[in-house]
């Protein structure tokens, strides 16, 4: 069964058109991205699948039904804008959303303290919410957002503000809970997160559908005949070569795509030849950053 169905769905405020006739659907239990820049419509369409927004025209299907009152206990949904209420005590908080969501008090509590064990805050569970840190405030509001158990997690931005180290504790919780069957809505900026967790994606730009499929689908469509260089030394001479199309340059590491008749080894031996050294050179898939700045760059470049 697919957990969502999106079709056709539209929305405008006054002259703005925010969304435009998007459909894709989502079979249940996978990792799905919804991609795109800033005032591209994701937010629109999440609150339209939540049924916070209705659609000007199209329709949306959760689980093979038109919403109902019994799918809000079925989803979580973690905003973009976190809230939380300050002079709360924080398991004092995640109690009372969990009964909000249809949970006891006695459960949601126990259900809190569990969640709060496995993130390393139960120490902190007698604190105001207004005593922690941003980032432990984004672990406890993740925390709100799953401890009813929901079937259908929608999370925009999800890694925002994160370190490294808390970007992949979620990451390891959000597989743990793919593979427990849960759907998951993954909208991030972080290009390179969505193509290695989601297997299917949809990228709207100005409210539009632009590109969708699944990763492999899109990978082997948009392939680019790219090499990644790591090196020391001078490396704009690259760009010049008559081989390569593009760079796309770090410093000391590039991602270069060449000419379509041209081949990876051509550029090995103009760099064997040239006074850098060489740390790595790979031939490499094109990455979803590459397709994502291909398709929407330049359309939104101000």
Same mark, same amino acid.
């Given at each position: 069964?697919?957990?969502?169905?999106?079709?056709?769905?539209?929305?405008?405020?006054?002259?703005?058109?925010?969304?435009?006739?998007?459909?894709?659907?989502?079979?249940?239990?996978?990792?799905?991205?919804?991609?795109?820049?800033?005032?591209?419509?994701?937010?629109?369409?999440?609150?339209?699948?939540?049924? +916070?927004?209705?659609?000007?025209? $199209?329709?949306?299907? /959760?689980? *093979? @039904?038109?919403?109902?009152?019994?799918?809000?206990?079925?989803?979580?949904?973690?905003?973009?804008?976190?809230?939380?209420?300050?002079?709360?005590?924080?398991?004092?908080?995640?109690?009372?959303?969990?009964?909000?969501?249809?949970?006891?008090?006695?459960?949601?509590?126990?259900?809190?303290?569990?969640?709060?064990?496995?993130?390393?805050?139960?120490?902190?569970?007698?604190?105001?919410?207004?005593?922690?840190?941003?980032?432990?405030?984004?672990?406890?509001?993740?925390?709100?957002?799953?401890?009813?158990?929901?079937?259908?997690?929608?999370?925009?931005?999800?890694?925002?503000?994160?370190?490294?180290?808390?970007?992949?504790?979620?990451?390891?919780?959000?597989?743990?809970?793919?593979?427990?069957?849960?759907?998951?809505?993954?909208?991030?900026?972080?290009?390179?997160?969505?193509?290695?967790?989601?297997?299917? +994606?949809?990228?709207?730009?100005? $409210?539009?559908?632009? /590109?969708? *499929? @699944?990763?492999?689908?899109?990978?082997?469509?948009?392939?680019?005949?790219?090499?990644?260089?790591?090196?020391?030394?001078?490396?704009?001479?690259?760009?010049?070569?008559?081989?390569?199309?593009?760079?796309?340059?770090?410093?000391?590491?590039?991602?270069?795509?060449?000419?379509?008749?041209?081949?990876?080894?051509?550029?090995?031996?103009?760099?064997?030849?040239?006074?850098?050294?060489?740390?790595?050179?790979?031939?490499?898939?094109?990455?979803?950053?590459?397709?994502?700045?291909?398709?929407?760059?330049?359309?939104?470049?101000?």
């Amino acid at each position: 069964m697919n957990a969502v169905e999106v079709d056709t769905i539209s929305k405008s405020y006054d002259e703005l058109k925010a969304v435009d006739g998007v459909s894709f659907t989502i079979p249940e239990g996978q990792m799905y991205g919804l991609l795109g820049p800033n005032g591209a419509g994701k937010t629109s369409i999440m609150r339209m699948i939540m049924n +916070i927004l209705i659609p000007d025209s $199209g329709s949306i299907a /959760l689980w *093979g @039904t038109p919403f109902q009152e019994q799918h809000k206990n079925r989803i979580g949904y973690l905003p973009e804008e976190r809230g939380l209420y300050p002079k709360m005590r924080l398991v004092d908080h995640l109690q009372f959303l969990g009964e909000l969501k249809g949970l006891s008090a006695h459960r949601a509590r126990e259900i809190a303290m569990q969640w709060l064990e496995k993130f390393q805050l139960a120490d902190r569970a007698h604190e105001k919410i207004l005593e922690l840190s941003k980032g432990l405030q984004q672990k406890a509001q993740f925390i709100a957002t799953i401890l009813h158990s929901p079937d259908l997690l929608i999370l925009d931005e999800p890694f925002s503000g994160l370190d490294p180290v808390n970007t992949k504790f979620l990451k390891d919780i959000l597989l743990e809970l793919k593979q427990g069957g849960v759907t998951i809505i993954l909208s991030t900026h972080l290009m390179e997160q969505a193509e290695k967790l989601c297997e299917g +994606i949809c990228l709207i730009n100005r $409210g539009k559908v632009i /590109l969708q *499929g @699944t990763m492999s689908e899109i990978k082997q469509r948009y392939s680019h005949n790219a090499v990644i260089v790591e090196y020391s030394g001078d490396g704009n001479f690259i760009s010049t070569l008559p081989m390569v199309k593009s760079v796309n340059d770090y410093g000391n590491y590039m991602e270069i795509r060449l000419r379509e008749d041209a081949v990876p080894a051509q550029l090995f031996r103009a760099l064997a030849d040239a006074s850098i050294e060489v740390r790595r050179f790979e031939a490499a898939e094109t990455s979803l950053n590459d397709i994502f700045i291909d398709l929407v760059g330049e359309d939104n470049h101000e």
